[in-house]
């Protein structure tokens, strides 16, 4: 079966992380949909989502330990 998910999509998503990291002190807010949370927060946990999809359809491994550094704050 054939994705539309490319390389260059992945490494964008990652890109993203990197720069704007998940930050759990949005968590609640975020599944509350309360607008409280800032834009960017919203899109981060876009790509986190979006990469756990292509990782589940064999696109890609997630390294554990770069998995962690798309985070911050105490979950």
């Known amino acids: 079966m054939e ?13 993203e992380l ?9 968590d609640e807010e ?3 949909f309360d607008g409280k949370v800032p834009m960017i927060q919203l899109d981060s946990r876009q790509c986190y ?10 696109l890609l491994k997630i390294d554990p330990e770069e998995e962690k550094s798309w985070f911050v704050g105490t979950p």
């Not at 979006?50 to 064999?58: P, R």
């Open 3 to 15: 994705y539309d998910i490319t390389q260059e999509d992945i490494r964008r998503w990652k890109d």
């Open 18 to 26: 990197k720069e704007h990291p998940i930050d759990h002190a949005y």
């Open 30 to 32: 975020a599944e509350l």
């Open 49 to 58: 989502r979006l990469l756990k999809y292509a990782e589940g359809l064999g």
